[in-house]
């Protein structure tokens, strides 16, 4: 099966990327001209594609003739709402109007999406497939896709996966909690009572793939985590220490008003220098919400078995981060 692939250098793409090659599909991966290709590079099956999903005319060639599409491509820190919608909607609107107008049958689109295209839970029980209070731009920009896809539907096979929060070998932003307490700071925010879902990447990885293959409905939508149930932030900290085998020597529990404070400027900062920043308000209030989700249905109907549950999934990624020099 030829199978495109966007946000092939990202790392939830990346991930994607191994296991199509591992299982003999042709891969083909749309990155942009900067893209740090150096992964992709070294599989076997794995054919370089030049443009963005902003590029429509790019798109449609890369659509042309293949058999199937994941699409991972999306920003999740932007300097504007505009940015956002522009990339993780227009991108999406792009794909799915190159795949209506091709002239043949696609065998299915994935669309990666979040769970924060549903929302947070008001009281730490997973919240229904069905629902749409996203509270963060990037949320609002993810759903926003999704109902792109969906309401092709009827002309484009297309089945749409809500991730948790996704970890693992080359993954930058979870990361940096790992590298607080590996030097010394462990930072709780309100007490770290809120709870949310993991799933290792070579799990999500695995779930984009049976959503390939697996003969379901067009415009169904599936949630994404290990099965574990949700974990509360400060429970996963003290796991990632005792994976890390050190115990932080500061342990701080932020006031609500400081965490916003230091949100705040970050956001100055991201506005004076034109970059995007990953802590803004909107992310700073995340950690005071439940984001759970169950993926019952996911492993019922996909026939997708996640492998590995968060005990195990924090120490492989501690080692991983050892193995190659992150800590």
Not at 147 to 162: G, H, I
Not at 164 to 173: K, L
Request: proline share 5%.
């Amino acid at each position: 099966m030829r199978v495109l692939l966007t946000g092939a250098t990202g790392f939830l793409g990346g991930h994607v990327a191994e296991h199509l090659s591992a299982r003999g599909d042709t891969v083909r991966a749309l990155v942009r001209k900067t893209s740090n290709t150096k992964l992709l590079s070294k599989l076997p099956n794995v054919e370089l594609f030049e443009g963005s999903v902003e590029q429509a005319d790019r798109v449609r060639e890369a659509v042309a003739d293949v058999d199937a599409v994941v699409h991972c491509a999306g920003i999740v820190k932007a300097r504007s709402a505009d940015e956002f919608f522009a990339v993780n909607v227009g991108g999406t609107s792009n794909l799915v109007e190159a795949v209506r107008s091709r002239g043949r049958p696609l065998r299915r689109l994935v669309l990666v999406s979040s769970l924060e295209a549903a929302g947070p839970s008001e009281d730490g029980a997973p919240v229904p497939v069905t629902q749409e209070n996203p509270v963060t731009t990037y949320g609002r920009s993810k759903l926003a896709a999704e109902k792109v896809a969906l309401a092709a539907r009827d002309e484009v096979p297309v089945v749409v996966l809500r991730p948790g929060a996704i970890y693992g070998p080359r993954d930058g932003e979870i990361f940096e909690a790992f590298r607080s307490i590996q030097r010394g700071l462990l930072p709780l925010v309100d007490g770290g009572h809120a709870k949310g879902v993991w799933v290792y990447a070579t799990d999500a990885a695995g779930a984009c793939l049976r959503a390939l293959d697996a003969d379901v409905p067009s415009g169904r939508v599936y949630f994404v985590d290990d099965g574990c149930g949700p974990l509360a932030l400060r429970d996963m900290l003290a796991d990632a220490e005792r994976a890390l085998g050190k115990k932080a020597l500061l342990r701080a529990n932020l006031p609500v008003p400081f965490l916003m404070t230091v949100a705040r400027g970050v956001e100055a900062f991201g506005r004076v220098s034109g970059r995007p920043v990953m802590l803004t308000r909107e992310k700073a209030s995340m950690l005071l919400q439940h984001w759970v989700c169950s993926s019952e249905a996911t492993r019922a109907e996909l026939g997708w078995a996640p492998q590995v549950p968060w005990s195990e999934g924090v120490v492989k990624a501690v080692h991983w981060y050892r193995e190659s020099g992150w800590l």
